[in-house]
């Protein structure tokens, strides 16, 4: 199934179920998570079923199970990342954020799968739960508050096989050992980018991060494949469209238009 056809079966699930989203007392937000549960499919078997496919099935595999339900609920609940921004007035700002606290993943409570997938998949995704995908400056804010923070594992043979991705999945969680909490560095960042990145070119994807325990990224900002390429490396984080700016809500693309904000957390 064609993955635009995946995306207009399934977004009646989600029509609506973002406007709405709930903030604990320990400041992380709680996204609704769909209704429909009718169908379930694991992380392993998702990555049975998927072993043999091309990006595009893989991707469209993906949209169906996630729209579907087969997420467990801790992915729903977005992690605060809180920064301080002078603008260039000189005025101090307290900004902050939500993230979810992994990558794009698929499967249960007990057994589920980081899935790598294109920026077309992530993108859908994103949309339907009110949320973009980071730009470098908040993968660099989330990478200095996050709770567990895993050295990058590189893989160098079948990069772009589905075999590669299941297995990098569980090396990062060998490496996480249980530990819960907002994680990074496990992954390269599918990312917004400033529209000279591209360099004129619009069928590109932007990856940056896979920061070192030093805090260095080993990807800079990169736009050299095309955007149906996806490898084992490659994770997409979501970002709520709300944000909060001294107190009071916005929503992202205000801060953008805003000539002393824009620059706080977009390239």
Request: glycine share 6%; proline share 5%.
């Amino acid at each position: 199934m064609e993955i635009m056809s995946l995306s207009r079966t399934h977004s009646k699930i989600f029509i609506g179920l973002a406007t709405f989203f709930f903030v604990s007392c320990s400041g992380s937000l709680k996204l609704p998570k769909p209704a429909d549960t009718s169908t379930s499919i694991t992380g392993s078997e998702f990555y049975k079923q998927a072993v043999s496919y091309n990006w595009k099935e893989r991707d469209s595999l993906f949209l169906e199970s996630f729209q579907k339900g087969s997420v467990p609920d801790f992915f729903y609940r977005f992690e605060r990342i809180s920064i301080s921004y002078q603008d260039s007035t000189g005025e101090k700002h307290q900004i902050q954020f939500y993230c979810s606290p992994d990558y794009l993943l698929i499967g249960t409570a007990e057994d589920w799968a980081r899935v790598p997938v294109t920026p077309m998949a992530a993108e859908i995704i994103a949309r339907q739960l009110n949320c973009i995908l980071p730009t470098p400056k908040m993968v660099d804010h989330i990478y200095r508050q996050a709770k567990v923070k895993l050295e990058p594992v590189p893989m160098y043979a079948y990069r772009d096989s589905t075999i590669t991705m299941w297995q990098h999945h569980l090396i990062i969680e060998g490496q996480r050992k249980n530990r819960q909490g907002l994680i990074a560095g496990i992954k390269k960042d599918l990312v917004q980018a400033p529209e000279q990145a591209y360099k004129g070119k619009t069928d590109r994807v932007a990856i940056y991060g896979w920061h070192r325990l030093n805090g260095s990224p080993i990807q800079p900002l990169y736009t050299g494949h095309i955007n149906w390429y996806v490898d084992y490396s490659h994770g997409a984080r979501l970002i709520y469209k709300r944000i909060r700016v001294d107190g009071k809500w916005m929503d992202v693309d205000e801060l953008k238009r805003n000539p002393l904000l824009k620059n706080a957390l977009i390239d």
